[in-house]
T-cell receptor, first 113, second 116 residues
């Protein structure tokens, strides 16, 4: 049982490039989330999904896209990377009940130059 | 809308001293409250949570937090810290009902540094 896994761990992009951050969970959780963490700002929700084929915007969705074709996978796509997207990105999942614990992946540190 | 305010961005303490990390929240509905810990270069791990019942909740490594509804606070305390407690701590809230889809609202984080 690996929990929530993310790849890559680190990435440097040039302005205007695109990439996909991968997230997989093996706990059969219904809900999945993408957050970004910036120093002194806590975590901000980018997108979330309540099941395969269902996604919705969070607090800071601009510049990102997501898809959820399976229960296990929830990739985050960055199109036309900008320096403002330099951040640490965390994927998380939860079974579905409001009392359940949200489990986090180890994070992807992205730098856009 | 909900918001969470962690009143201290950094808290330096000496080993074996007590510590309190402060958290206040604002919400128009009932909430569940969480403290997460992030060790350097790692993801977030749940430290403890308040769902209902006793307002004092404890973690396995000696931390405790008390839910105070009248003051809308959920401060985290430990009577004697260790070097290994050095980490960033996040307070978070979630709607207790309705269709929140499990979404968490986080505070800004408090960096706890324990000095020998």
């Amino acid at each position: 049982n690996a929990g929530v896994t993310q790849t890559p761990k680190f990435r440097i992009l040039k302005i205007g490039q695109s990439m996909t951050l991968q997230c997989t969970q093996d706990m059969n959780h219904n809900y999945m989330y993408w957050y970004r963490q910036d120093p002194g700002m806590g975590l901000k929700l980018i997108y979330y999904s309540v099941g395969a084929g269902i996604t919705d915007k969070g607090e800071v969705p601009n510049g990102y896209n997501v898809s959820r074709s399976t229960t296990e996978d929830f990739p985050l796509r960055l199109e036309l990377a900008a320096p403002s997207q330099t951040s640490v990105y965390f994927c998380a999942s939860v079974r579905g009940d409001a009392t359940d614990t949200q489990y986090f992946g180890p994070g992807t540190r992205l730098t856009v130059l | 809308a909900q918001s969470v305010t962690q009143l201290d961005s950094q808290v330096p303490v000496f080993e074996e001293a007590p510590v309190e990390l402060r958290c206040n929240y604002s919400s128009s509905v009932s909430v569940y409250l969480f403290w997460y810990v992030q060790y350097p270069n790692q993801g977030l791990q749940l430290l403890l949570k308040y769902l209902s019942g006793s307002t004092l909740v404890e973690s396995i490594n000696g931390f405790e937090a008390e839910f105070n509804k009248s003051q809308t606070s959920f401060h985290l305390r430990k009577p004697s810290v260790h070097i290994s407690d050095t980490a960033e701590y996040f307070c978070a809230v979630r709607n207790a009902g309705g269709t929140s889809y499990g979404k968490l609202t986080f505070g800004q984080g408090t960096i706890l540094t324990v000095h020998p």
